[in-house]
């Protein structure tokens, strides 16, 4: 990421001659503006890393990770979220990740040492082998920053005598949004929203900001065929538009919702309108659709993943052909699934993969009719260029009036 087309991929030599291309991120602190980031995932992953990072590989989240024979002028992205000009400008940063920050000899000192570590999970083995402390860099760096480690202290942080803020509060991605209870002291996807926002608001004067908020768990719960889980984390970034559209104006702030891929997940059966979209197929007068071996089904499935790996076969079969199994643990009429309910695939896997479908773009404020149809992933950018008046189109025509803080 970071690159342009000449990048290898795993290489890291190859960073050394590949030129570097710019984000919207760049493009926004080049004219003065404040910028942030907020994610529900770490925030040295994929999507938060594409804004500031240059790196041959996106899993290059800490030295860790790096290949043996990296060249010493190679960073890892921790370190260029830290150490880089553009990483230093980013005013406010939220999310998880704080593993990759902390130093090795830390973890080997604390609970963490005995626990085997999951790249996926909580215990993600990210830790710095170089022994840097990132967190306290950063601090260093930025006098008037303030780091946080949750909810309360990111709420009570005293704007007026703060020009940045680091919050990372979990050691790998955040909890879902069905795992955060109203006692935990941690905040939701909204809670880090609407604390960055307000943060950028009143720092941005007549310059203007550029924020990215990204569910980022969304994609997580469908790569595991938590179907519901990844409707309720849906629900959870719906919350958080809905905060950003109640504090700006729209007659000058442009709000743009996308994706960068889809999934398998698909809609099945011929369900009623009433009809639970985590339940099974049934109709408003009662009627139940059954498969072919009499059970009834989930209206929601997906084309591979996990959920194949619940089926069994049928004990004193005689079949040799799909009568031979049984859906074991899927829903009976009636039923809905929970969070941790695992979704029936059509291919075994051990994680669901991403789909092929467009995905939507929907947008208000200036200049947002000008998405419309279907449009190239990099049309968006042009879009956000030409109405901030930032980046390549910042002279065009029509922006001698309009540019911020002329």
Request: aromatic share 8%; glycine share 10%.
């Amino acid at each position: 990421m970071g690159y342009d087309s000449t990048i290898k991929l795993g290489d890291p030599a190859s960073t050394l001659t590949a030129q570097e291309v710019k984000t919207v991120l760049d493009w926004a602190q080049d004219e003065g503006m404040k910028t942030g980031i907020v994610t529900t995932a770490r925030v040295t992953h994929a999507t938060p890393a594409a804004l500031y990072a240059k790196t041959a590989h996106r899993d290059w989240e800490c030295d860790k990770l790096l290949p043996k024979d990296t060249p010493d002028a190679v960073h890892d992205i921790t370190a260029q979220l830290v150490g880089s000009p553009r990483g230093q400008k980013i005013n406010v940063i939220l999310g998880g990740g704080r593993g990759s920050f902390t130093p090795s000899r830390k973890v080997r000192s604390s609970s963490f040492s005995s626990i085997k570590f999951d790249y996926e999970t909580e215990n993600w083995d990210c830790s710095r082998d170089d022994n840097k402390d990132l967190v306290k860099k950063w601090k260093k760096l930025h006098k008037k920053g303030s780091f946080v480690k949750t909810k309360s202290q990111l709420q009570n942080v005293d704007v007026n005598k703060t020009d940045h803020i680091l919050g990372l509060f979990n050691w790998s991605h955040m909890p879902y949004d069905d795992e955060i209870h109203p006692q935990d002291d941690v905040p939701s996807l909204v809670n880090m929203t609407s604390a960055a926002l307000d943060f950028l608001i009143e720092k941005s004067k007549d310059k203007g900001f550029f924020l990215m908020v990204e569910g980022g768990r969304i994609d997580h719960a469908n790569h595991y065929a938590l179907a519901t889980r990844a409707l309720t984390e849906t629900l959870a970034m719906d919350r958080a538009v809905e905060e950003i559209l109640a504090k700006v104006d729209l007659e000058e702030t442009l709000v743009i919702v996308t994706a960068d891929h889809s999934h398998t997940l698909s809609i099945g059966g011929y369900p009623g309108r009433t009809a639970n979209i985590t339940g099974t197929v049934v109709g408003d007068s009662g009627w139940v659709m059954k498969a072919d071996d009499g059970q009834p089904f989930s209206i929601l499935g997906y084309a591979n993943g996990p959920g194949f790996k619940k089926l069994q076969v049928r004990d004193n079969s005689n079949s040799t052909n799909w009568k031979a199994i049984s859906r074991a643990g899927d829903l009976q009429n009636g039923e809905t699934a929970g969070a941790a309910f695992v979704y029936p695939g059509a291919v075994p896997t051990d994680k669901e993969t991403h789909g092929g479908d467009d995905v939507g773009i929907w947008a208000a404020g200036p200049w947002s009719h000008l998405f419309h149809g279907v449009h190239e992933q990099t049309f968006i950018g042009h879009v956000m260029s030409f109405a901030s008046c930032i980046g390549p189109h910042r002279d065009h025509v029509t922006c001698g009036g309009r540019r911020r803080g002329k």
